[in-house]
């Protein structure tokens, strides 16, 4: 496949570039910072990898216009986008965190996710197969994490915007689903730590500490994920929230029809009546 992947110099997007390498996808990779592969390790017999990046700001529409561009001179068209690209942003308690900064993770996390999908998806139309859409949700996209109010906002954000756009594509053969990836150790756990328990909240530095020392085994969960969501077994799923960890993703081709025809995977209001409750 003809993957575009955001995010990839570092964390879970650098993590995922190098497990699709390995399976022999071409990929071009798009991240703030060079990269610097070391494409040997992925040498498969007589066959070097394709990789190919750029260095873009997600959150700047121009630049990825530029890139996308750059990307339909090599290639007629993508067959996936994995979009990684996020920031953490400054942590503390909403009334003291500066308003800018505030803004800025909001519009690199949510604008930038929007930013990339409206930059490619020309070119996913073009696929010549049914093309899938990755985005990532992250910790208080389905509920309060305090301290990490624009993250969070974001997320959640970017959540309803897979939903959304899997509503308007019902006619395009683009499959958009959102993935929770679950704590991982990655340059935001490190972050959590250095910001210390006074700033994250002890919910937040206990997990990041428990995390910080884990191996690439736990990052086994969401490759798999993501690999099913881009397989055909996957074909029809679209506008769903998929936990690597906690779904049991494996079968979800087996429910499909069950998963479409529900709010299955996705955020919704819960009302007194959903719990039992009689508020007359």
């Known amino acids: 496949m003809r993957i575009v992947i955001t995010g990839s110099s570092c964390g879970i997007g650098r993590v995922l570039a190098e497990s699709l390498l390995r ?7 798009l ?4 990269h610097g592969f070391d494409l040997a390790q992925f040498q498969k017999a007589d066959n070097a990898p394709e990789f190919r990046s ?17 990307v339909n001179r090599e290639w007629d068209g993508v067959d996936a986008l994995i979009h990684c690209a996020a920031r953490l942003g400054q942590i503390g308690p909403s009334a003291v965190v500066d308003p800018s900064e505030w803004s800025q993770t909001v519009r690199v996390t949510l604008d930038g996710t929007f930013n990339t999908i409206m930059a490619f998806f020309p070119l996913l139309q073009r696929s ?7 985005c990532f949700s992250g910790g208080g996209a389905t509920g309060p994490r305090p301290n990490f109010s624009a993250y969070a906002a974001a997320k959640a954000g970017v959540v309803r915007l897979v939903e959304t756009l899997a ?7 683009i ?3 959102a993935v929770a990836p679950g704590a991982l150790p990655t340059s935001m756990t490190n972050e959590v730590l250095a910001a210390g328990v006074h700033l994250s909240g002890s ?26 969501l881009l397989s055909e077994h996957s074909d029809g799923i679209v ?12 079968i979800l081709a087996r429910h499909k029809k069950d998963i479409m025809g529900s709010d299955i995977f996705t955020l919704r209001r819960i009302i007194p009546s959903d719990r039992g409750v009689d508020f007359s």
């Open 128 to 134: 010549g197969r049914r093309s899938k859409v990755i």
């Open 54 to 70: 750029s260095c873009v700001d997600v959150s700047v529409w121009s630049e990825l216009e530029d890139v996308a561009r750059q």
């Open 203 to 228: 919910a937040d530095y206990e997990a990041a500490q428990r995390v910080s020392t884990a191996g690439p085994e736990m990052f086994k969960p969401v490759c798999g994920l993501i690999d099913y």
């Open 23 to 29: 399976q022999g996808h071409r990929l071009w990779g």
């Open 175 to 177: 499959d958009i689903n």
């Open 167 to 173: 509503a308007e594509w019902t006619q395009i053969p």
């Open 31 to 34: 991240a703030r910072r060079a």
């Open 239 to 250: 506008g769903r929230l998929i936990s690597a960890q906690w779904d049991n993703w494996p």
